[in-house]
């Protein structure tokens, strides 16, 4: 039984949260000859302010920096 799990800044519809899931269940099933019935997939969503690259969080790297 095939787990995914997925880590997301916070920002999706449910409509795309939806549709990755949906996507991701088709690609094991593809690629791992598994049954859709046995593939879990969990997404999680993060705040953006607590999701960090580079030192900065994603909501500081959507801000231009000041000269």
């Not at 859709?36 to 909501?59: D, K, M, N, Q």
């Amino acid at each position: 039984m095939p787990f995914v799990q997925i880590h997301l800044a916070r920002g999706r519809t449910a409509q795309q949260l939806h549709a990755l899931a949906e996507a991701v269940t088709e690609a094991a099933e593809t690629t791992l000859q598994a049954p859709a019935a046995a593939v879990r997939v969990v997404i999680t969503e993060h705040e953006p302010s607590h999701w960090f690259v580079g030192g900065r969080s994603l909501t500081e790297r959507q801000t231009p920096r000041q000269p």
